[in-house]
């Protein structure tokens, strides 16, 4: 069974900085994409950041420029490292794993950013 362990989230003020981590256990076949989404209160959930094996990165527009996205030495660990926050990056972030045919899920990081 495969988990995903995320850590990182927290309060910060505008324009702080964050850095969340995410790595998963058990047996994980052929990891493709490892990423990031997020779900702000009353909005649909949505891509933040992925990275596939080869390196290709894909951001949202809203976060490019201030977030990195990082795959660890460790084959099985993903961070994003989030600069420049702002209270409309404040959600819930989940850590986000397709591997094997399967997408797999974190059960997610809150980020508060106060203005």
């Known amino acids: 069974q495969v988990q995903l362990a995320e850590s990182g989230g927290g309060l910060v003020q505008a324009g702080g900085s964050l850095r969340l981590s995410c790595a998963a256990s058990g047996t994980i076949f052929s990891i493709n994409t490892m990423g990031w989404y997020r779900q702000a209160p009353g909005k649909q959930r949505e891509l933040v950041a992925t990275?596939?094996?080869?390196?290709?990165?894909n951001y949202v527009d809203s976060v490019k420029g201030r977030f990195t996205i990082s795959r660890g030495n460790a084959k099985n660990t993903v961070s994003l490292q989030m600069n420049g926050l702002k209270p409309e990056d404040t959600a819930v972030y989940y850590c986000?794993?397709?591997?094997?045919?399967?997408?797999?899920w974190g059960t997610g990081t809150l980020v508060t950013v106060s203005s």
């Open positions: 990275i596939v094996p080869g390196g290709r990165i």
């Open positions: 986000y794993i397709y591997a094997g045919y399967t997408n797999y």
